[in-house]
């Protein structure tokens, strides 16, 4: 947050887009519970533009949608843009998601009109360990290839946010043409560079938040001229906390801390 | 052959359970970033759409801060 907060400041007329590619929980561990009615408050207040469901995170959207029907924790947390094109789910207090989510964008001041940038996500459950009885998961190769068309009218600049590893983001990059960025959040502990495949631009975020990657676009004529760069930014003890979040980390610190005595 | 083998072995043993000197006091604790290393916002200035990205978590409160 304090990165964005600086980025704003040096940056006050440019617009940055704020994505999560998914597996923001904790699970298996005995403060998960706990850590994870943080995660969800910490998100919320990170007022992000995506969010992808992924299957790690899929068991514990469906408890805090449980937990926020109970009135354990507020149902404002799960007001976030929570997005996915391969998973439909019955179940009743499943929180919200959309399919995708177009943002118009003021980018360009000679173009006249925004860009529409269009931004969904697929969940990878190659194994099938998601529940099929209360979800379910089209092939993410099948739900890109429908997403795409379907954006094709109301999207310049589609954004897919996935958890399926690097080799095959580059299978569907190939496969399925018409996607601008592709965001891989797979369990990835190593930097590695950005990398165009096809129409796609391929962008893996580093695991535990210890890097944000950062990619920076000049967008002329709609989508059709697009110049690139991106980066990673280590987000070490050497960046400050934003002080209301960073009051919140201490709080679920101290908690956490009790739960494991 | 066997016997040198059978030596180096147990001349081994004392240095794999000998205890440390004395006990390190562990690193210490960084003083908390006050101010924002603006280095971090270097990068290309000609553009006019960036575009952050996180993921994978996994209950780690990273960027959240």
């Known amino acids: 947050m304090s990165y964005w907060n600086a980025f704003a400041k040096k940056f006050p007329s440019q617009t940055l887009l704020r994505l999560d590619g998914g597996s923001i929980f904790s699970r298996g561990e005995a403060a998960s519970p706990v850590v994870n009615r943080y995660m969800i408050e910490g998100t919320y207040r990170s007022n992000l533009d995506g969010i992808n469901m992924s299957a790690w995170d899929l068991p514990v959207w469906q408890e805090m ?48 009109k925004p860009l529409r940038v269009g931004i969904t996500g697929l969940l990878f459950d190659p194994e099938e360990r998601i529940s099929r009885k209360d979800f379910q998961v089209q092939k993410p190769e099948d739900a890109a290839r429908q997403i795409v068309a379907d954006l094709g009218g109301k999207a310049d600049y589609i954004i897919i946010l996935t958890d399926m590893a690097l080799g095959q983001a580059i299978s569907l990059a190939v496969v399925v043409p018409g996607i601008h960025l592709l965001v891989v959040a797979h369990d990835y502990a190593a930097a590695t560079d950005a990398q165009q495949i096809g129409d796609s631009l391929i962008v893996g975020p580093i695991h535990e938040g210890q890097m944000l990657s950062e990619v920076r676009l000049n967008i002329k004529s709609g989508a059709q001229r697009v110049e690139i760069e991106s980066h990673n930014v280590p987000l070490n003890e050497t960046v400050p906390d934003d002080p209301a979040l960073g009051e919140l980390i201490s709080k679920a610190r101290a908690e956490v801390a009790k739960v494991k005595k | ?23 390190s006091p562990g690193p210490a604790q960084a003083p908390a970033a006050t101010e924002f290393p603006v280095q971090l916002l270097q990068g290309s200035e000609n553009f006019n759409l960036a575009i952050d990205i996180y993921g994978d978590l996994r209950g780690n409160f990273g960027p959240c801060g």
């Open chain 2, 1 to 23: 052959m066997k016997k040198n083998i059978l030596l180096l072995f147990f001349l081994c043993i004392p240095l794999v359970f000998a205890a440390p000197a004395s006990q």
């Open chain 1, 65 to 112: 949608g449980d937990l926020a029907a109970a009135g354990e924790i507020s149902k404002e947390f799960l007001k976030v843009p929570l997005v996915s094109a391969n998973v439909t789910t019955k179940l009743p207090n499943f929180p919200a998601f959309q399919r995708y989510i177009v943002k118009e964008l003021k980018v360009d001041p000679k173009a006249g």
